[in-house]
């Protein structure tokens, strides 16, 4: 339940190309879904997040699309950079319970040149 | 930008040890949190904390394991008897919870190698 489900694993993509980053959940309370951008030796850092009242959210480059009947949300990065080569985790939280995040397992990101 | 600090970088201590972690939190934030990542794997919620008592923790946070904010500004781990699969990069968070929302400022981590 309080799982959140990630996938791919890893993920290749050419400079240019689109990213596209899948997470599923089964718990209904949780009301807040980040995306964070993990680079080697470093923290996670939040990318973009959306809370469950709409259906997506673009800032630059990154988007999220939610769906709540679903219960699932993506992250997509349009026009792939090099630099853009991280790990992705998905996050969800409940807001009642401390606001502690659940992470999915990870997406390591290669973006060719 | 306001950062989240953690020392020491990394740390290689035996087996049955204690390891304290140290994490100075952005200087208004009022919520902490630990996390920590096994070596590939995903960030694991270990405790949260905030007006100065534990608010959650998993049940990875057993009784070897202890929070502490000593002097109002440093934010401490401490494990009391280390294990060999306590060895992980262990993350310090600080939030500052405005609008419904809870944005996550994460450290660069402390390395945890248990031998």
């Known amino acids: 339940q309080q799982q959140v489900k990630q996938s791919p694993q890893s993920l290749i993509v050419q400079k240019g190309g689109i990213s596209i980053i899948n997470c599923a959940y089964e718990n209904t309370a949780f009301d807040y879904f980040p995306w964070y951008q993990q680079f080697p030796g470093k923290g996670p850092a939040l990318l973009i997040a959306?809370?469950?009242?709409?259906s997506e959210k673009k800032e630059g480059r990154f988007t999220i699309s939610f769906n709540k009947s679903a219960k699932q949300f993506s992250l997509h990065i349009m026009d792939s950079q090099p630099g853009d080569s991280a790990t992705y985790f998905c996050?969800?939280?409940?807001?009642?319970?401390?606001?502690?995040?659940?992470f999915g397992s990870g997406t390591r990101l290669l973006v060719r040149p | 930008e306001p950062e989240v600090t953690q020392t020491p970088s990394h740390q290689v201590t035996q087996m049955g040890q204690e390891v304290i972690l140290r994490c100075v939190p952005i200087s208004n934030h009022l919520y902490f949190y630990w996390y920590r990542q096994i070596l590939g794997q995903k960030v694991e919620f270990l405790v949260s904390f905030y007006n100065n008592e534990i608010s959650e923790k998993s049940e990875i946070f057993d009784d070897q394991f202890s929070v502490e904010r000593p002097d109002g500004s440093n934010f401490t781990l401490k494990i009391r008897s280390t294990k060999l699969e306590d060895s992980a990069m262990y993350f310090c968070?600080?939030?500052?919870?405005?609008?419904?929302?809870?944005?996550?400022?994460f450290g660069a981590g402390s390395r945890l190698t248990v031998l």
């Open positions: 996050a969800a939280s409940i807001r009642a319970s401390s606001y502690k995040l659940i």
């Open positions: 959306i809370r469950p009242d709409v």
């Open positions: 968070a600080s939030s500052l919870r405005t609008s419904g929302a809870n944005v996550l400022t």
